[in-house]
């Protein structure tokens, strides 16, 4: 499970939080109306943004934010290299008895059409595909927060607008000039927090989780490219070693470094 995210989360707000119920009026801060508009008016500037679909299909990917486990590179190298192995020693039918073994849809898929004898071109471009539509819902959540981080101090600054325009209208009673002014700031308060503390960082969180399985992705490719052709396994372990790095741009690294990258690779 993802930990790193509902800890900073609520470490945020705990501080942040913190901080004003040891001041005075405290209270001011929890207005409903500043809410309502920026919540509301975050929520209604999405809408207008995304269709009602899209929305209802970036929410189970919310979940799954929390739920992340990163991908085991070594781990899978060292899976890869040995069903290259089983398919070198017994031959490709053989992986039909290891299909289970795959948690990955991706892999899965790959060692399927390895079984069926698909040629290595196809098998190329239906893996991409895969991984291009796996991408697809975390991609789109990210644009949606990212957006989401947009809205909200814009609406913060609107509602700070209608709070000046009606103290504006009561200058005739001095006294009540501080306190109108601060519930009016109130808002861009709420929009700052949201943007920088959920909606901002959590697309940088998505975002990182979408490249780590995209590097999961194009290790599964390779592997399945050296499968397909009959590599060896050992020369195959060798390659998918090159991808155990220190984080996500570690693919680039082996892309690069291979000696004899595959079609599979360019293609990627």
């Given amino acids: ?20 119920v040891v001041g005075e009026g405290w209270t001011t801060f929890f207005d409903p109306k500043s809410l309502l ?4 008016g975050t929520a209604a500037g999405l809408l207008v943004t995304f269709t009602m679909d899209e929305v209802k299909g970036v929410v189970p990917l919310v979940k799954g934010l929390f739920g992340f486990q990163a991908p085991d ?20 039918l053989a992986l039909d008895a290891r ?17 069926d004898g698909v040629a290595p071109g196809p098998a190329q471009a239906s893996l991409q595909t895969q991984s291009a539509e796996a991408a697809a819902g975390p991609l789109l ?37 501080g306190p109108s002014m601060a519930v009016a700031m109130i808002t861009t ?12 960082p959590m697309a940088g969180k998505v975002q990182g989780q979408a490249q780590a399985r995209a590097k999961a992705h ?8 050296g499968i397909l052709e009959g590599d060896s396994p050992g020369a195959l372990g060798q390659r998918l070693r090159l991808y155990v790095g220190d984080g996500p741009d570690a693919a680039g690294g082996a892309a690069s470094a291979a000696a004899e990258p595959t079609p599979l690779r360019r293609a990627a």
Avoid: C, H
Wanted: hydrophobic share 60%; no cysteine.
């Fill in 218 to 225: 194009e290790m599964i490719r390779v592997g399945a490219a």
């Fill in 141 to 177: 959540l990210v644009k949606l927060l990212n957006k989401a981080g947009m809205y909200a101090p814009a609406f913060g600054m609107v509602g700070t607008l209608i709070g000046l325009i009606q103290m504006l209208q009561n200058l005739d009673d001095p006294s009540a000039i």
């Fill in 37 to 40: 508009i920026v919540v509301g």
């Fill in 73 to 92: 590179y070594a781990a899978l190298a060292e899976q890869l290299t040995d069903f290259a192995r089983t398919a070198r020693r017994d031959g490709p």
């Fill in 99 to 115: 299909v289970a073994e795959a948690e990955d849809p991706v892999l899965r898929s790959a060692l399927e059409m390895a079984v």
């Fill in 1 to 20: 499970m993802e930990k790193s995210t509902p800890i900073g989360l609520i470490a945020g707000f705990v501080l942040v939080f913190g901080a004003i």
């Fill in 189 to 200: 308060f709420w929009g700052a927090l949201l943007a920088n503390l959920v909606f901002l």
